[in-house]
């Protein structure tokens, strides 16, 4: 995993690579059982633009992520919005996957947008967002995709 820092400040930028195929990675990205082994258990989800579904966090309170699929392009693209509604502070972030094939394998770049840096708690909030990605979330995802 590389975090540019070339890129957006305020936006959670990863790229991660895979030795597997495109069509192995999507599969990950949108199986609701293989979704819900690395990240969550997704309720109402399809990968299609317009599908509103919902993550559901375990154990925890406020419990639910609020989603809708906004771009689906299969092996390519998937983009959801990602709303905690009964947070203290709700925000929105988009979570965008982009996948490139890349030799035998598969280019993965995730980008979280929607962080309003110059407000402390957002900072904070991105920068804890991005550590989760990185050390839970995408190895979590690579042993999905492996297996």
């Known amino acids: 995993m590389i975090a540019d820092p070339q890129l ?3 936006a959670v930028e990863l790229g991660s690579f895979f030795r597997q195929r495109p069509h192995a ?3 990950a990205l949108t199986e609701p059982d293989l979704l819900e082994r690395w990240l969550l258990r ?3 989800f399809a990968a ?4 509103i579904f919902r993550f559901t966090i375990p154990d925890s309170s406020p419990n639910e992520i609020s989603c809708e699929v906004l771009a689906a392009r299969p092996c390519e693209q998937l983009t959801y ?3 905690y509604r009964q947070a203290e502070y709700p925000t929105r972030w988009i979570v965008d996957w982009t996948l490139r094939p890349q ?3 598969t280019r993965l770049l995730l980008t979280q947008t929607g962080f309003d840096i110059e407000d402390r708690r957002q900072k904070m909030v991105r920068n804890a967002m991005e550590r989760s990605w ?3 979330v995408l190895p979590r995802l690579g042993e999905v995709i492996h297996h």
Do not use: F, Q, Y
């Open 8 to 10: 957006n400040p305020a």
């Open 25 to 27: 990675v999507w599969r």
């Open 42 to 44: 997704p309720t109402g």
């Open 48 to 51: 299609s633009v317009g599908t």
């Open 81 to 83: 919005s990602w709303i």
């Open 103 to 105: 030799g035998r394998g």
């Open 134 to 136: 990185k050390r839970l």
